[in-house]
């Protein structure tokens, strides 16, 4: 069965810490991980994309990584910042030649205080 | 470039009345997604379209749920007979092409069935 889990569910961080948002996958055929931003009443803002063949990916102080032989995927998030409080979606496409399926995480929860 | 624009933003209806969501994707892309969060929920897939095609449907709902993407003007979702289920927040997102490519997302429409 196709799934994607994140953990943790939730996630208080004092403003300035680091952190680290975890995600497991079982879909396959693997096409691509994304990890997405999404504010609360708001849609999601992407923030990485990544294909198989690639290990870490940057977007500022955003850096996901993703181990494609253990099927996970990690969001690690340098100098928390109040305006990173929202949720983050891990989503897996798969290759199907047949159509676009996107398997989404049901996200972490992430509040940082100052 | 305006961006991916949903409308309207929220959207109040009866029982058993019909609700259409409009999704007016990027410029230049042809690609559009749907996806429904319920609340308390992840997002889940809908229905992926091109220019007047439906390439996969697999997440709509057997009945009532329908969507079209014409030749000219917007992506159209639309319910007929609407329960108190229905209510949700239903998000677009549109992409220049089927694979590699972040999907941007409109800020979604909120539905609720009273």
């Known amino acids: 069965k196709n799934q994607v889990e994140q953990s943790p569910q939730s996630l208080i961080i004092l403003e300035g810490k680091n952190c680290t948002l975890q995600c497991n996958y079982t879909v396959s055929p693997f096409s691509n991980l994304r990890w997405y931003k999404q504010d609360t009443g708001r849609g999601p803002v992407s923030l990485t994309i990544m294909t198989f063949s690639e290990n870490t990916k940057s977007n500022g102080r955003y850096t996901a990584t993703l181990d494609a032989d253990t099927k996970q995927s990690s969001l690690h998030i340098t100098a928390s910042q109040l305006s990173d409080s929202a949720s983050y979606i891990c989503?897996?496409?798969?290759?199907?030649?047949?159509?676009?399926?996107?398997?989404f995480g049901t996200g972490t929860s992430l509040t940082v205080i100052p | 470039n305006a961006g991916v624009m949903q409308n309207p933003r929220h959207l109040v209806r009866r029982r058993g009345q019909e609700a259409r969501l409009r999704c007016s994707p990027m410029k230049g892309h042809s690609h559009v997604y749907w996806y429904r969060q319920l609340p308390e929920e992840g997002l889940k897939f809908m229905v992926y379209?091109?220019?007047?095609?439906?390439?996969?449907e697999s997440g709509m709902p057997k009945e009532r749920f329908s969507a079209e993407f014409p030749k000219e003007g917007p992506s159209i979702l639309r319910i007929q007979q609407v329960v108190r289920g229905d209510s949700a927040a239903y998000f677009c997102?549109?992409?220049?092409?089927?694979?590699?490519?972040?999907?941007?997302f409109g800020s979604g429409t909120r539905l609720t069935v009273v």
């Open positions: 379209l091109q220019k007047e095609n439906i390439i996969d």
């Open positions: 997102a549109s992409s220049p092409s089927r694979t590699g490519s972040l999907e941007t």
């Open positions: 989503v897996v496409k798969t290759g199907s030649n047949t159509g676009n399926q996107f398997y």
